[in-house]
T-cell receptor, first 117, second 109 residues
């Protein structure tokens, strides 16, 4: 099956620093990648959608200058949380879709737990 | 607007059957998905419905009624490992997924 990896799985940083999270599709080319944020005991909230080679589309309320998304290739997307603050602490999950999928479903990465001190 | 509702929590006994309901109102419909998510892990795909009716996959079945904006996930022969959150998600015409709040299922011995 399709595999999506994320790195790092866990990161702790100081307030004001920037953190980069990588999302890779390992065995397929991802035409579209999604970035979600999930707070404890809540569902996934879509932050942005990115297509390879074009600018990401951000959901309402998500600051594009704070959450920088780069989708440089069909297998890699990165999310950079700039000037992180404690309220940015959350579980960040990426997913990817492929035009060759059975249901065109999303394949999720294992997630990145970000803690901002 | 877009709205998906699920019960927040459910409890069932090992070996029993449980039905998790999902109602939705979304701008466009291009399929409904059910995912299972264990705490601290990413969601894993369970089932997909795009036409009305029942889809069965082993111990899991999912039903869809598009006219009623309603789906359910049926879990049979519950096992302790089925304790998890179950997410209902609707894909709209823009290919984006809208996730429901999730239902936390606790399976008791």
């Amino acid at each position: 099956g399709a595999v999506v990896s994320q790195h790092p799985s866990r990161v702790i940083c100081k307030s004001g620093t920037s953190v980069k999270i990588e999302c890779r599709s390992l065995d397929f080319q991802a035409t579209t990648m999604f970035w979600y944020r999930q707070f404890p005991k809540q569902s996934l909230m879509l932050m942005a959608t990115s297509n390879e080679g074009s600018k990401a589309t951000y959901e309402q309320g998500v600051e594009k200058d704070k959450f920088l998304i780069n989708h440089a290739s069909l297998t890699l997307s990165t999310l950079t949380v700039t000037s992180a603050h404690p309220e940015d602490s959350s579980f960040y999950i990426c997913s990817a879709t492929s035009s060759g999928g059975t249901y065109n479903e999303q394949f999720f990465g294992p997630g990145t737990r970000l803690t901002v001190l | 607007g877009q709205n998906i509702d699920q019960p927040t929590e459910m409890t069932a006994t090992e070996g029993a059957i449980v039905q998790i309901n999902c109602t939705y109102q979304t701008s466009g419909f291009n399929g409904l998905f059910w995912y299972q998510q264990h705490a601290g892990e990413a969601p894993t795909f369970l089932s997909y419905n795009v036409l009305d009716g029942l889809e069965e996959k082993g111990r899991f079945s999912s039903f869809l009624s598009r006219s009623k904006g309603y789906s359910y996930l049926l879990l049979k022969e519950l096992q302790m490992k089925d304790s998890a959150s179950y997410l209902c998600a609707v894909r709209n015409y823009g290919q984006n997924f809208v996730f429901g709040p999730g239902t936390r299922l606790s399976v008791l011995p």
